[in-house]
């Protein structure tokens, strides 16, 4: 399709936002670039397929800013999760390609949008210590720990041990559920099978649930949360992308990219996610919920619009 001057507005607007979106915790653009593209295009496929792409250059502007300060750390016990996840992405794809799960984009994800962003605003987005006691209960009844174990985490917080703690710039990200445990493998399996399906069915870069994830099973400060899992999620976009255009290709017999759109939205989300991602370093965890709360609930909002247009 030819676009017109106001698509190319709206198209630069709406990757503004999902710059800002992705700069606070990694949150995809996915809840308001699918209807959008679904609205000029009526092409399901294509628009996740433009959404995904759209969060690699997005999740590219953000994470400069987050590497650069440091605010990442890497292990091998993410290769598990990641892994699952990218099997689980490819499932995803074959089943929304061969079956009508399509339809799924209209009305209930804004609408999940905006009372996850209002959930966040109110409440705060949990951060390790909010969800320490949470966990320690879950891990204590699923294999037996005594109370020794919590009260040796407790002494140990401020301390290195190796494995297990890591001192960085006074911050520690200490393991909330023992590493290679039989709770740790379940989660890491569970939630690994829900992220790849976020990205596979739904064209996100899962990089909001990799930031959760994180913070549970892993036990991340919530900034360094954010640095890895923009690390992660441009994993999760290129495979994505790259299995949508395989598989598009095999069984639809077409590939799914279109340039114009990938152009104004990237220039949006890339320059607006960079510059915002800067300033975000030097914001409070609350600070940086309330924020990705707020811009939850606008994406919420113009999505729904979206839809009720079309």
């Not at 989660?187 to 549970?216: D, H, P």
Request: some cysteine; charged content about 10%; glycine content about 10%.
């Amino acid at each position: 399709m030819v676009l017109e001057f106001y698509h190319i507005i709206i198209l630069i607007l709406i990757g503004a936002l999902v710059g800002i979106s992705m700069s606070f915790v990694g949150q995809t653009g996915q809840g308001v670039v699918v209807p959008l593209i679904l609205l000029m295009t009526g092409d399901v496929l294509l628009a996740i397929a433009v959404n995904v792409l759209n969060d690699f250059i997005a999740v590219i502007g953000v994470s400069i800013n987050y590497v650069r300060k440091k605010q990442y750390y890497l292990t091998k016990n993410v290769l598990l999760l990641i892994l699952i996840s990218l099997i689980a992405s490819f499932l995803g794809v074959l089943i929304l390609m061969t079956t009508r799960l399509s339809n799924i984009f209209g009305w209930f994800l804004p609408a999940f949008f905006i009372f996850l962003g209002s959930t966040i605003l109110s409440k705060g987005f949990p951060t390790s210590e909010s969800l320490k006691k949470m966990v320690n209960k879950i891990s204590q009844k699923f294999l037996k720990n005594n109370k020794n174990d919590l009260d040796r985490i407790e002494q140990n917080k401020k301390t290195q041990r190796v494995g297990e703690i890591t001192i960085i710039d006074d911050e520690y990200i200490e393991s909330m559920i023992k590493p290679y445990s039989k709770l740790f493998f379940l989660l890491a399996f569970i939630l690994g099978i829900v992220i790849g399906f976020n990205s596979g069915m739904f064209g996100a870069n899962s990089g909001l649930i990799i930031t959760i994830v994180l913070i549970i099973l892993y036990g991340y400060p919530l900034k360094k949360s954010v640095g890895t899992a923009l690390i992660l999620s441009i994993v999760m976009c290129i495979f994505t992308f790259g299995t949508y255009q395989l598989l598009g290709y095999l069984i639809k017999g077409q590939l799914y990219f279109n340039w114009e759109f990938i152009l104004y939205l990237g220039l949006g989300s890339f320059f607006t996610g960079f510059i915002i991602s800067n300033y975000v370093q030097n914001l409070s965890a609350k600070a940086m919920g309330r924020g990705m709360g707020a811009t939850m609930i606008l994406l919420g909002l113009i999505s729904l619009i979206f839809f009720f247009i079309s």
